[in-house]
């Protein structure tokens, strides 16, 4: 059975920092694309950052510069280093992790922490 474990999330002042980590069991990661994804209430969750199985990464324009993605297969851990937050990046983050295989797309979601950036 997958699980994705999120930690790391909580209340950070603007322009702080906070790096997210996401504990996956049951999965052999190395062969898994990650991402971290967002909401907020009343709308859709949307993809804050991505890492491939190759290691290849890609970001949301508003997070880019701010933001690092990095995982670690042996591990199997994938975290998101969060910095210079700013309130819009208020939400609650989920780790992902997705893979293809013959055809079918397979990907499971962590339960999610909150980030609050507030003063």
């Known amino acids: 059975q997958v699980q994705l474990v999120e930690s790391g999330g909580g209340l950070v002042q603007p322009g702080g920092s906070l790096r997210l980590s996401c504990a996956a069991s049951?999965?052999?990661?190395?062969?898994?694309?990650m991402a971290w994804y967002r909401q907020v209430p009343g709308k859709q969750r949307e993809l804050v950052a991505a890492?491939?199985?190759?290691?290849?990464?890609n970001y949301e324009d508003s997070v880019k510069g701010r933001f690092t993605i990095s995982r670690d297969n042996d591990k199997n851990t994938v975290a998101l280093q969060m910095n210079s937050l700013k309130p819009e990046d208020t939400a609650v983050y989920y780790c992902?992790?997705?893979?293809?295989?013959?055809?079918?797309?397979?990907?499971?979601w962590g339960q999610g922490t909150q980030v609050t950036i507030s003063s």
């Open positions: 992902n992790v997705g893979r293809t295989v013959g055809g079918n797309y397979y990907n499971y």
């Open positions: 890492i491939t199985n190759g290691g290849s990464t």
């Open positions: 049951g999965i052999i990661s190395i062969i898994w694309d």
